[in-house]
């Protein structure tokens, strides 16, 4: 039995160091949103997509152990949690503290990136929707409805009040 928690530790703690390195890329991310560096965005994106796939595997693997663990406790594979086990085999009760450590804050700071790509989406709409004209006015005038169908081109100024 030690030699399946301790695979299952062993595979938690690789996991863990991936995270790790999402998180520093998610730090870096979050500068390079900050100061607008679309090229640095880019290369860390595909190093994260890198990192995501050798977790997959991890992941499929811990399934294994998983699934192992369900047979031993007679649960579902769906039901078991590293909280549950970290119960039942206190050698795996620090590497569950760091996981959640790390998910944490990795969680955090994705957040905070979603929001600085959704408030850059925006800004970039806003500017579109500026430049072409393409405003949603809250008052109309009717004179204007024929006009509009004869003007073609952007206007930068509108002179109509």
Do not use: C
């Not at 695979?7 to 999402?22: H, T």
């Not at 406790?73 to 206190?90: C, G, H, Q, V, Y």
């Not at 503290?97 to 979603?114: A, C, P, Q, R």
């Amino acid at each position: 039995m030690a030699e399946y928690v301790a695979g299952l530790e062993n595979n938690l703690r690789q996991q863990i160091a991936f995270y790790r390195q999402l998180t520093e890329l998610e730090q870096e991310k979050q500068k390079a949103l900050v100061d607008n560096v679309i090229e640095k965005i880019e290369s860390i994106t595909a190093q994260e997509e890198k990192i995501l796939l050798e977790v997959g595997q991890l992941e499929e693997e811990r399934l294994y152990w998983a699934d192992f663990f369900g047979r031993e406790t007679n649960k579902n594979i769906e039901d078991i949690t590293l909280a549950d086990l970290s119960s039942s085999f206190p050698a795996l009760q620090s590497v569950r503290l760091e996981l959640e450590s790390v998910i944490g804050e990795l969680k955090s700071l994705h957040e905070v990136n979603t929001q600085l790509l959704e408030n850059a989406v925006k800004l970039v709409n806003f500017t579109v929707r500026l430049l072409t004209n393409d405003r949603q006015a809250t008052y109309s005038n009717p004179g204007d409805k024929a006009n509009k169908s004869h003007q073609t081109g952007v206007k930068i100024i509108d002179k109509s009040i």
